[in-house]
């Protein structure tokens, strides 16, 4: 059974600060991987994929993978309250696409 | 370019009853996903379609859920008859391999 583990939240940041989300994995075989943000009532959007060891920056989202450790995180700079939403960490080796539970993340003005 | 369509955006049936949801992906996107999401859960895959053969359906409960991919283009997913559980959103996403999906709107389905 592939699993992804988040936690779960509500992780609470002051406006312009960095949010720091993280995501483990279980199947080694993985080898995309996606953060979605889905505000609540809508479904998700995504938001960043990568598929290589390293970092991969856009805007003001940095996703950071490490494939030995099979962790995955996704850091937010100058945190926005528009940012307040739940963020789903997303893996898929050679065919289905598992989501993780989702952290919630709170951004005060 | 089009998204993922999906209707109806909300349905209330009574326990027992069938309902069917349609999805028309993203022109060109041969995968096809249906997922369940329950309120406070991630998506749970229900059904993976490539093309039109069925890449896993594990976790689709196949006693009362059906679901088709006529020409590897729309989908439905019906569940008959439904039970209160069945209370969730369902969101159909499509890609292009199993590189990025998007979502639909999803439809949210209310079993009283």
């Known amino acids: 059974q592939k699993e992804v583990e988040q936690n779960s939240g509500p992780l609470s940041v002051p406006e312009g600060a960095i949010a720091s989300l993280n995501c483990t994995y279980s199947d080694r075989g993985s080898q995309s991987f996606f953060w979605y943000r889905q505000y609540s009532g809508k479904s998700p959007e995504l938001i960043m994929s990568i598929y290589s060891n390293g970092d991969k920056e856009d805007g003001r989202f940095t996703a950071q993978l490490n494939k030995a450790s099979q962790y995955v995180s996704l850091l937010i700079r100058d945190s926005q309250p528009s940012d307040s939403a739940t963020y789903l960490c997303?893996?898929?080796?050679?065919?289905?696409?598992?989501f993780g539970k989702g952290t919630m993340l709170l951004v005060s003005p | 370019e089009a998204g993922v369509a999906q209707s109806p955006r909300y349905k209330i049936i009574e326990k027992r009853q069938s309902v069917a949801f349609w999805c028309n992906p993203i022109s060109g996107h041969a995968t096809l996903y249906w997922y369940q999401q329950i309120l406070g859960q991630g998506p749970k895959l229900l059904i993976q379609?490539?093309?039109?053969?069925?890449?896993?359906d594990s976790q689709l409960p196949k006693d009362r859920f059906s679901a088709e991919r006529l020409k590897g283009v729309d989908s439905t997913l019906k569940i008959q008859p439904a039970k209160l559980e069945d209370s969730a959103v369902y969101l159909c996403?499509?890609?292009?391999?199993?590189?990025?999906?998007?979502f639909g709107q999803g439809t949210r389905l209310t079993v009283v």
């Open positions: 996403a499509s890609s292009l391999g199993t590189a990025e999906a998007f």
């Open positions: 379609f490539q093309n039109n053969g069925v890449v896993d």
């Open positions: 997303a893996f898929s080796g050679y065919s289905t696409l598992t």
